[in-house]
Every structure is written in C-alpha cells, then in structure tokens.
C-alpha cells in the first residue's frame, strides 16, 4: 500500500490492549527500553500504508480491541468512543437506538473508524465532514504512560466534556492530530441531526 519497498515497512511486533490502562503500561514499557511504537486505530488507512508502520522496526500498538461506545447523547448530538469503534459499529448503535442522527463517514467505508479518520485529519461529504473540526475532547496516553483529558475533560466528572471545545485551559487536541506525541485512548465527536431532508448531487 505504500509506494515503495515492503521491506521499509515491517514491524517487529504488534501489541493488542484491552483497555487505556494496558496503554499506559505498554507506552512505559516501550519508553524505557525505548522501543518505538505506531499507532493505529482501525487500520484502515487505506492508500497511506494500512495498518503498517512509518518505518521497519516499529513495534505496532493496535486499538481496534477498545471498541466500547462509551456514549451517545440523542438530544447535545455528541458520542464519546474509543479508538477501534467502525463507522458502521457506530452508525448500528444509532440505527438500534432509534436515534435522529447522522454519521459522515470517509469514502474508503464504514470499516474504518472516527478515532483513526480524525486523527489522520480525514473529511467527509456532509456539512461535518471537516472532521478534526467536529472532534470534542481527547483522552491521551502520552509518552511516559501519564494520561491527560483535553478540553473540559481536564474537570473532574465535566458533564461537557463532549459539548464545549473552549472553557478550560490551554487547546492541545491538534498536537495529536498526524503526529505521534501521544496515544489518543478516547475521542468525543459532534454528530449531526438528521435533517427533515436531503438531496445529494
Ligand atoms: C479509494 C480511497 C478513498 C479514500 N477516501 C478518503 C476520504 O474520502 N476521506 C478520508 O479522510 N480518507 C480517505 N482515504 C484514506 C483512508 O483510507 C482513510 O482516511 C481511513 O479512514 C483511515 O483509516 P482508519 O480510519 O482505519 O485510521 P487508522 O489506520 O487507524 O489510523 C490512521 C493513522 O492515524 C494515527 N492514529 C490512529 N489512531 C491513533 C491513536 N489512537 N492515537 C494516535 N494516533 C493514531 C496513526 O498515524 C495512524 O497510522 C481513502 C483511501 C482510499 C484508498
């Protein structure tokens, strides 16, 4: 998938978490005997490498095993999800719900993800399909296993950590966009209302 030798693309190993706190463990572990890791979500980065590493040797730190929605709020449109939940695992959720929202997903299809599309800086084709801008509140495992919560997240028990990008604190969410100076653990997006009706062209 990447226009050049496969052999500058193979990882050592790849690591499969459960949860944020195995993430924190595996990201101390890989520090101190400082092992780089590569991140992916879902994997499906299609057209730029899939699920393969930057660079050969990179050990891969795989999510798509934290897949819990965390939560879905039909009345602010807001969902708070972790890194391997799909587009179609999220647009079942709605469907199943009964819920009067709309998803915008990336061309290559719903087995991709929000968290990883994001973070990748993807876009869609409805009115949210900037989707960076649609994002709201970060749970981050950083380099030294430490974790922080961006946005009003960085409030205990914040009731709006997925409504309010600007009330608390510096704005950091953009670092973890296309970088890999932290491992995003949990992302809030905005979902879009679903309108009364729609004419594609
Ligand atoms: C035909 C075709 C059409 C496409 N059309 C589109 C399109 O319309 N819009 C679009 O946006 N893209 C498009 N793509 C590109 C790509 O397939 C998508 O962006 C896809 O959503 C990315 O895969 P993913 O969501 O599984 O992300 P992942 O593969 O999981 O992640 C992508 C990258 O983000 C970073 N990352 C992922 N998770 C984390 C994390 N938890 N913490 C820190 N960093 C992380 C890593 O650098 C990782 O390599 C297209 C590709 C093809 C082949």
Redesign the pocket.
């Known amino acids: 998938m990447m226009a050049g030798e496969d052999a500058d693309y193979i990882p050592s190993a790849a690591l499969l978490p459960n949860d944020a706190e195995q993430v924190q463990e595996l990201v101390r572990i890989c520090n101190e005997y400082k092992v780089p890791i ?14 393969a590493p ?1 660079e050969t040797g990179q050990v891969i730190l795989d ?1 798509h095993r934290m897949n819990r929605i965390i939560n879905v709020d039909p009345e602010v449109c807001t969902a708070l999800i972790e ?1 391997g939940v799909t587009y179609q695992q999220l647009y079942d959720y709605i469907q199943e719900k009964g819920y009067k929202l709309w998803l915008d997903p ?3 299809s719903a ?7 994001t ?2 800086r ?4 409805t009115p949210y399909g900037e ?1 960076f801008m649609f994002q709201c509140g970060m749970e ?1 495992v950083l380099a030294n296993g430490e974790m922080i919560r961006t946005g009003m997240g960085g409030i205990e028990n914040s009731s709006s950590w997925q409504v309010f990008k600007w009330g608390y604190g510096p704005y950091i969410d953009g670092l ?1 966009t ?3 100076y ?4 949990k992302m809030g997006l905005w979902l879009m209302p679903e309108p009364p009706a729609y004419r594609p062209f």
């Open positions: 590569w991140t992916i979500s879902t994997g499906k980065n299609l057209g730029y490498g899939s699920a930057g999510l890194p990336p061309a290559p087995i991709a993800g929000p968290v990883g599309n973070l990748d993807g876009v869609g084709y989707h981050v973890f296309q970088s890999n932290g491992v995003v653990t």
